[in-house]
């Protein structure tokens, strides 16, 4: 699926930098789900190295950024940045990460990616701009897809917090392996995740980089990356924390599920010591000798009744030294 958009640049700013002073507008191709002959086509268009595309196929690349000039001179940026993507996509209750393979020029943005309909993807393509994020320039674009992206790393860490949550409420009264088998789908995903944000959090501060040094005035770089910082620390924190809390979580759910099985186990020895009162009485009647009340008409219900009276003597002595807490 291809979608196509000319973006207009805001030319009155005072910050525009200088390489978009000659540009007016932005033509961004967006690929999702194609095929290898789809992005070999568009990137031969470009005059641009086909091999770069196939990066997008491979769910395990990493983010990083890459510079290029074609045979007009034209200079070109790769990046690839990792989106996660999450349990509607996946059968397990998880997240993983994907590449989105960004190629930058002046006023031509391509990307590409492997899945089709991805909420940060649809908040990019209806251009929702932060508030103060003026849209001046290519870089100034992909720095929006940065902004969105670290969000989508906020969202789903902030759903792993939640199963994390649960997980630990679970953990407070189970004595079964499930809540184990969650922690370990929740832990590989915060994995997958914190891996992604620090790589994008890296291939960010290169790209700065790159334009400090091949542009005398930086206020509006500066001025758009310092958003775009501010969303990806946030996940690089949240994502932290969470590996953080999961982690004691890990080394204190062997701990409680055992207590709980400590708990278990001393109540059934209560009830089977509780129990034992009437099977001796009964084992004691039982044999064949001579025994009290045994010529009595009320023998049975006295026996009975006295076995028990003697179990409840039992549980509240039981009771009173704590055995149950």
Same mark, same amino acid.
């Given at each position: 699926?291809v979608?196509?958009k000319?973006?207009?640049?805001?030319?009155?700013n005072?910050?525009?930098?200088?390489?978009?002073?000659?540009?007016?507008?932005l033509?961004?191709l967006?690929?999702e789900?194609?095929d290898?002959?789809?992005?070999?086509q568009?990137?031969?268009?470009?005059?641009?190295?086909?091999?770069?595309g196939?990066?997008?196929?491979?769910?395990f690349?990493?983010?990083?950024?890459?510079?290029y000039?074609?045979?007009?001179?034209?200079?070109?940026t790769y990046?690839?940045?990792?989106?996660?993507?999450?349990?509607?996509?996946i059968?397990?209750?998880t =997240?993983?990460?994907?590449? #989105?393979v960004? $190629?930058?020029?002046?006023?031509?943005?391509?990307?590409? @990616?492997n899945h089709?309909? /991805?909420?940060?993807?649809?908040?990019?393509?209806?251009?929702?701009?932060?508030?103060?994020?003026?849209?001046t320039?290519?870089y100034?674009?992909v720095?929006?897809?940065?902004?969105?992206?670290?969000q989508?790393?906020?969202?789903?860490?902030?759903?792993?917090?939640?199963?994390?949550?649960?997980?630990?409420?679970?953990?407070?009264?189970s004595?079964?392996n499930?809540?184990s088998?969650?922690l370990?789908?929740?832990n590989?995903?915060l994995?997958?995740l914190?891996?992604?944000?620090?790589?994008?959090?890296?291939?960010?501060?290169?790209?700065?980089?790159?334009?400090?040094?091949?542009e005398?005035?930086?206020r =509006?770089?500066?001025?758009? #990356?310092?958003r $775009?910082?501010?969303?990806?620390?946030?996940?690089?924190? @949240?994502?932290?924390?969470? /590996?953080?809390?999961?982690n004691?979580?890990?080394?204190?759910?062997?701990?409680?599920?055992?207590?709980?099985?400590?708990?278990?186990?001393?109540?059934?020895?209560?009830?089977?010591?509780?129990?034992?009162?009437?099977?001796?009485?009964?084992g004691?009647?039982?044999m064949n000798?001579?025994?009290?009340?045994?010529d009595?008409?009320?023998?049975?219900?006295?026996?009975l009744?006295?076995?028990?009276?003697?179990?409840?003597?039992?549980?509240?002595?039981?009771d009173?030294?704590?055995?149950f807490k």
């Amino acid at each position: 699926m291809v979608y196509q958009k000319v973006i207009q640049f805001d030319q009155e700013n005072q910050f525009q930098d200088g390489l978009a002073n000659e540009i007016k507008q932005l033509t961004w191709l967006h690929y999702e789900n194609p095929d290898k002959g789809e992005v070999r086509q568009v990137l031969e268009d470009y005059h641009l190295p086909v091999h770069f595309g196939e990066y997008v196929y491979d769910q395990f690349e990493t983010s990083w950024i890459e510079y290029y000039r074609n045979d007009a001179g034209d200079l070109f940026t790769y990046i690839i940045i990792q989106y996660p993507y999450g349990h509607e996509v996946i059968s397990e209750n998880t =997240y993983h990460t994907a590449p #989105l393979v960004i $190629v930058m020029g002046k006023d031509l943005v391509m990307t590409f @990616m492997n899945h089709t309909n /991805m909420p940060f993807m649809l908040d990019i393509q209806r251009l929702n701009f932060p508030s103060d994020f003026p849209m001046t320039s290519a870089y100034a674009f992909v720095m929006y897809m940065f902004y969105e992206v670290a969000q989508a790393h906020i969202d789903a860490v902030t759903i792993m917090h939640g199963l994390i949550k649960q997980a630990e409420e679970e953990a407070r009264h189970s004595t079964k392996n499930n809540v184990s088998y969650a922690l370990i789908n929740v832990n590989k995903g915060l994995v997958y995740l914190s891996t992604a944000v620090h790589n994008n959090a890296k291939t960010l501060s290169r790209i700065n980089q790159y334009f400090n040094q091949l542009e005398n005035d930086t206020r =509006y770089q500066e001025r758009v #990356l310092n958003r $775009v910082q501010i969303e990806m620390n946030q996940a690089v924190t @949240m994502i932290d924390n969470d /590996m953080a809390v999961i982690n004691k979580l890990n080394d204190m759910l062997s701990n409680v599920i055992s207590n709980n099985l400590n708990d278990v186990m001393k109540r059934l020895t209560v009830i089977t010591i509780i129990m034992t009162v009437p099977t001796i009485t009964a084992g004691l009647w039982g044999m064949n000798v001579a025994l009290p009340l045994e010529d009595n008409v009320h023998g049975f219900s006295i026996i009975l009744v006295g076995s028990i009276i003697l179990s409840v003597i039992i549980y509240f002595i039981i009771d009173r030294i704590n055995l149950f807490k």
